[in-house]
């Protein structure tokens, strides 16, 4: 660091191809430490509750299929989405949304296959930008941990 370069200063950020240093040891365990932590204090009592166990588990499969579909290109896996409605059979609700979210998947995938293929947009970008976006959306969605939230995000009345 120059002399006249103040202790805040932003630190430069590395080259492309640059090697990054290593991470010690004793900084990855405190990092994984405070995780557990994190997840031991706030998830896991909010997921003593049914509905938020019930959310979660079908956003884990949701985010599972958009990585797969959106995210790489690939197609559906047979059966996939039937066996997302079995887990949510008990609930007519779950299982006409679980059906919406199939259909506008089917629906994004398949316009983004074909925005890719005419070259009106970049294929690694435009991936990594709808997941993005799908995973935000998912998340808040979801609304883990927060009471008097049902799933579409809005308040319980």
Do not use: F
């Amino acid at each position: 660091m120059a002399e006249d370069e103040p202790k805040d200063a932003p630190k430069p950020v590395a080259k492309p191809g640059a090697k990054t240093p290593e991470i010690p040891d004793e900084l990855k365990e405190r990092v994984i430490r405070m995780a557990k932590q994190q997840i031991a204090g706030q998830m896991l009592p909010a997921l003593k509750d049914p509905r938020n166990l019930m959310r979660t588990m079908v956003a884990i499969k949701v985010l599972g299929i958009v990585e797969r579909e959106i995210g790489k290109g690939e197609g559906p896996l047979p059966g996939e989405w039937a066996k997302l409605k079995d887990l949510v059979a008990k609930s007519p609700e779950a299982v006409d949304m679980v059906g919406k979210l199939e259909d506008a998947m089917g629906t994004y995938a398949a316009d983004l296959d074909r925005k890719i293929k005419a070259g009106e947009v970049d294929e690694t970008q435009a991936r990594e930008s709808a997941l993005k976006v799908i995973r935000m959306t998912l998340l808040k969605k979801i609304q883990i941990g927060r009471s008097g939230v049902v799933p579409d995000g809005t308040a319980e009345k």
